[in-house]
């Protein structure tokens, strides 16, 4: 619901507010945004004036060297104000919203209210990918957008600033777009999405950090003075270094309790968030474009449409904002086909065989994965050109005849006769320089001609910016994409950019390079999902490099990390749950030794893991024991029966890097206890919910765990009649015919009961004694309990 007096500006959702108002002098001065002011339209057109007078910070006098916008509006201190769009060069000397270059080399911008729209429903951004809302009828209710239309009248320059809200997710979106009503070029140096000033300092900035095979580490900064700055400067994606998903919060902030603020950004390319804090004792959060490397040149007549910013709001903590930003991606960015559909299980090939395969071998993998009740089979790298090690090929999208006879056409239809799904890897972005398509097109390649070039992983970026190479990589996909029964992609880019530069643009454009690149990619995007509607599409760029809502307007799940060690995967996945669905992460069980890590983690451990997102597997089944595949079998079995729970249920962290999933309806909901540091004599553990229906009963089951003889070592020996040798002849034999299950642990009661006290599990094993109730938590061990309502 938007509400104005034609001089404030109220916008609510269900439970947030978000206030601005228009001075004398034309600034848009902000107000609040925080918790409901109240609910009825009416009451709030006539207290809108007073509300307004009551939150406004009174600033009558100047302050010493701050500067005074006008003689005219000599009240007027820039410095001292919250506001909604800021630039240099009339008072404010804080982080800029905007920043230009006129043609005659001012860099004074001043941007004044002209007028405002409100429009029924969500407008898509032109060249960007944005959110939605389908038909304009959602759960949502209502989604409203206002314009608010501001001028920069030296120049003929003109902002439009885009607000949309989405009442039942608590989200208002952000955009800007900038118009050159000259007959001058405007060269922009800068250009945001989002700004929200605070009047008090010491916020915390969350934010997540990593690297390759390591994302989302959670990183916490309270800003009492000076900026906190999250931001990838010059890699050319969202990044594995830096997440564009912050959270600014108070400073006491956790998952349970304060004031937290989510944003985020639906773009794919180099960004910065900055949360700052001034002399003024007042904070100031922004979010867009990363300015560092980016200019534009703005001719007369055109437009500049910048990315937009999610934001949320919540007072109850960080697990309320999570689920306020879950249900918005799920609703409003992810979209198409699979948006709602329950995402199938799947075998990758990669880490089973890596590039050493031939269409025998892949087909006796699918049919174990079949055996065990795996849907979905996806042949990784090596199928095209000559591409049999990561330095050819890359570009020649053809099949290899060699190990392909019947190519992609007779491959995925002696899958489909298994009863399988057939998926495909592609990573049209790049090109090797050893390739068929660098041979026919050099200048395709993203380097600077006459210089040498620094390359990733040997393969280089191909130049999207330009409309022939987006057409390239359209044209070939169609026709790998068409080839065969082909229902899943997925579409991997493994390396960062250097040397960005195009021969297609003149040199003092060179600016534009990175952000026109991903206009190149988008249209690609659209074009080739619009195209395949039916196939499910899921990103990757060396794991979780460019895990953004950028490309899930495109793709509805994102691959979330190249490691797949189950115990690194549980702070990836924790740090992604922050920001991101778990219908959005892709996440697999592997072999162990892990291929990243070296480290050896239970198999069930890894299921559990791996159970939190689009689940699969990416490991030789063939080479399993048969033990090991009757596993298999059950952990598949077990996430049919909860799979539309575990990726479509409301996500909670709870303590100790657990979680608990909560179906809508409250009718079920599972729960995730991790043993990171097992300690002798410690058999107590307390699981409390987050949740669930207080009104409601729910059964509680555990589930069984498999354990084997020889987990328990030499201590086999305290029961039995003769000396057993570990990993001996009697010792395997005993293990061979002794089936050991973990406890069962069961149990019934009220959900408040779950929620305010909760369950204490059975007692662990603490070095002395064992029966059929003792719950086995060894380091790296974790257990799963299902809650059903009664």
């Known amino acids: 619901m938007i509400i104005t007096n034609e001089k404030v500006f109220l916008l609510q959702t269900k439970n947030t507010s978000y206030m601005f108002r228009k001075l004398d002098s034309g600034h848009l001065e ?195 003075g000076g900026k906190v700055v999250c931001e990838e400067l010059a890699a050319g994606e969202s990044g594995s270094r830096s997440n564009p998903f912050v959270i600014v919060s108070s400073a006491d902030a956790d998952d349970t309790h304060g004031d937290c603020y989510g944003f985020n950004l639906i773009y794919s390319g180099n960004h910065y968030e900055s949360l700052s804090s001034n002399g003024h004792s007042m904070s100031r959060f922004v979010s867009g474009i990363q300015p560092t490397g980016f200019n534009w040149a703005l001719t007369p007549g055109e437009k500049f449409e910048a990315p937009e910013a999610v934001m949320t709001f919540s007072s109850k903590g960080m697990n309320a904002m999570s689920i306020n930003m879950h249900d918005f991606v799920r609703e409003h960015v992810v979209r198409g086909s699979w948006k709602k559909k329950e995402r199938p299980i799947l075998i990758n090939s990669w880490e089973a065989a890596y590039f050493n395969f031939t269409q025998n071998s892949l087909l006796s993998l699918a049919k174990e994965a079949k055996k065990c009740g795996i849907e979905l089979f996806v042949m990784d790298d090596g199928w095209f050109g000559e591409r049999n090690n990561d330095d050819k090929s890359l570009g020649d999208w053809y099949e290899n005849k060699k190990k392909l006879p019947g190519g992609i056409k007779e491959f995925s239809e002696k899958l489909d006769a298994m009863g399988m799904m057939f998926g495909i890897w592609v990573e049209p972005e790049m090109v090797n320089e050893n390739s068929d398509l660098y041979r026919a097109h050099p200048d395709w390649a993203v380097i600077v001609p006459g210089h040498p070039h620094s390359t990733c992983r040997n393969q280089m970026n191909l130049d999207l910016t330009r409309t022939e190479v987006q057409d390239y990589i359209i044209d070939s996909m169609k026709k790998v994409f068409s080839s065969g029964k082909v229902s899943y992609v997925k579409w991997d880019m493994n390396r960062t950019f250097s040397d960005r530069y195009s021969v297609g643009l003149p040199a003092e454009r060179q600016g534009e390079f990175q952000h026109r690149y991903y206009l190149g990619l988008y249209r690609i995007m659209k074009t080739l999902t619009e195209a395949f509607t039916e196939i499910l599409f899921e990103g990757c760029s060396a794991g979780g490099n460019r895990f953004d809502l950028g490309i899930l307007s495109y793709f509805p799940q994102i691959w979330g990390s190249d490691d797949t060690d189950a115990f690194c995967r549980i702070d990836i996945q924790r740090g992604y749950s922050y920001g991101y669905p778990t219908s959005t992460v892709g996440a697999h069980v592997s072999a162990c030794p892990n291929h990243q890590t070296l480290n050896s983690v239970p198999l069930e451990t890894r299921f559990e893991v791996a159970a939190a997102g689009c689940f699969g597997y990416e490991l030789n089944l063939c080479d399993m024991s048969d033990s090991d595949k009757k596993a298999v079998a059950n952990q598949v079995e077990y996430y049919k029966n909860n799979r539309e729970l575990f990726q479509f249920g409301d996500y909670y962290r709870l303590p100790e890097d657990g979680y608990i999933i909560v179906s809508k309806d409250k009718k079920k909901a599972v729960a995730f206890v991790v043993e990171k540091n097992a300690r002798p004599n410690k058999d107590y553990k307390c699981l409390r919910t987050v949740g669930l229906d207080d009104e409601k009963v729910y059964n509680m089951v555990g589930r069984v765990v498999p354990y084997s003889v020889k987990d328990f070592g030499s201590l086999v020996n305290m029961m039995t009649p003769v ?68």
């Open 30 to 224: 902000h107000l609040h945004y925080g918790d409901k002011i109240f609910s009825n339209k009416e009451t709030g057109v006539s207290m809108l004036d007073s509300i307004a007078a009551v939150m406004a910070p009174k600033h009558f006098n100047g302050a010493g060297n701050t500067i005074v916008y006008s003689s005219e509006h000599s009240k007027i201190l820039l410095e001292q104000l919250c506001l909604e769009m800021s630039s240099f060069g009339k008072g404010d000397i804080r982080d800029p919203f905007v920043e230009l270059t006129y043609a005659d080399g001012n860099t004074t911008v001043d941007f004044l209210f002209d007028k405002y729209e409100i429009k029924e429903g969500k407008e898509l951004l032109k060249t960007l990918p944005s959110s939605y809302a389908e038909n304009n009828e959602t759960p949502d209710g209502n989604v409203e957008q206002l314009v608010v239309t501001l001028k920069d009248k030296e120049y003929n320059a003109r902002l439009d600033l885009v607000y949309s809200v989405f009442p039942e997710c608590d989200v208002i979106t952000r955009s800007a777009v900038l118009y050159n009503d000259s007959d001058k070029d405007i060269r922009i140096e800068r250009i945001l999405s989002t700004a929200v000033d605070f009047n008090s300092p010491s916020y915390k900035m969350t934010s997540f950090h990593g690297r390759w095979a390591d994302e989302m580490g959670k990183y916490e900064s309270v800003c009492n």
């Open 723 to 790: 000396h057993v040798k570990q990993d001996g002849i009697i010792h395997n034999i005993i293990d061979k015919f002794m089936d050991m299950n973990g406890e069962e642990q069961k149990a019934t009661a009220i959900g408040a009961a779950f929620n305010g006290h909760g369950v204490a599990l059975n007692s662990a094993f603490c070095g002395t004694g064992y029966n059929e109730g003792t719950r086995i938590m060894r380091t790296g061990d974790t257990r799963l309990y299902l809650f059903t309502e009664v």
